[in-house]
T-cell receptor
Framework: EAGVTQFPSHSVIEKGQTVTLRCDPI?????LYWYRRVMGKEIKFLLH????????ESGMPNNRFLAERTGGTYSTLKVQPAELEDSGVYFC?????????????FGAGSRLTVL | KNQVEQSPQSLIILEGKNCTLQ??????????LRWYKQDTGRGPVSLTI?????NTKSNGRYTATLDADTKQSSLHITASQLSDSASYIC????????????FGRGTSLIVHP
């Protein structure tokens, strides 16, 4: 079984540019979560999809972040325009419909560096 | 405010030795506590999950304990191996309809030969 796949593994952009991160969850996992870890801090929740619907986006920092999950399969997280404080590792996780956040499978993360 | 504090922040031990990592939390109402292992460049992988009624849970050389009264958990690693070098993250979920887990900052463990 393929795991949660994230792309790119590392992105380096300049302040003001746009970056789009992609997450392919495990097939059949309706729940998809985005998390972020800023250096030296704990992993923090960004948002939660159930299929194509945003269940909870209370963790999104501001309106420069846009997450989509068209068709309820893969998801993208776009940062536009990127700021220095957006640097960090963005994790995607997925779970079965019945598991919620109790049994998460994480991807390897996408490291974003904003210069 | 829900918080998870882990100690020590980092730990260096010799291969074959045992070690214990600590997790204190203030998440309420408590639902479950999980320990994750995160290898460098990888995503966190679940080691154990414990609910309110569970005091101890083992997964191979990893043994987690939970004291719901004092809101403390520990992860004990027995006979450490080089592959145990990783970050260990304590994650606590609240009940009462909230499902957003609270993550600790992790303990960075380095096992030296």
């Amino acid at each position: 079984e393929a795991g949660v796949t994230q792309f790119p593994s590392h992105s380096v952009i300049e302040k003001g540019q746009t970056v789009t991160l992609r997450c392919d969850p495990i097939s059949g996992h309706d729940n998809l979560y985005w998390y972020r870890r800023v250096m030296g801090k704990e992993i923090k929740f960004l948002l939660h999809f159930v299929k194509e619907s945003k269940q909870d986006e209370s963790g999104m920092p501001n309106n420069r972040f846009l997450a989509e999950r068209t068709g309820g399969t893969y998801s993208t997280l776009k940062v536009q325009p990127a700021e220095l404080e957006d640097s960090g590792v963005y994790f995607c996780a997925s779970s079965l419909p019945s598991s919620g956040a109790n049994v998460l499978t994480f991807g390897a993360g996408s490291r974003l560096t904003v210069l | 405010k829900n918080q998870v504090e882990q100690s020590p922040q980092s730990l260096i031990i010799l291969e074959g030795k045992n070690c214990t990592l600590q997790c204190n939390y203030t998440v309420s109402p408590f639902s479950n506590l999980r320990w994750y292992k995160q290898d460098t460049g990888r995503g966190p992988v679940s080691l154990t999950i414990m609910t309110f009624s569970e005091n101890t849970k083992s997964n191979g050389r990893y043994t987690a304990t939970l004291d719901a009264d004092t809101k403390q958990s520990s992860l004990h690693i027995t006979a450490s191996q080089l592959s145990d070098s990783a970050s260990y993250i304590c994650v606590v979920s609240a009940g009462g309809g909230s499902y957003i887990p609270t993550f600790g900052r992790g303990t960075s463990l380095i096992v030296h030969p």
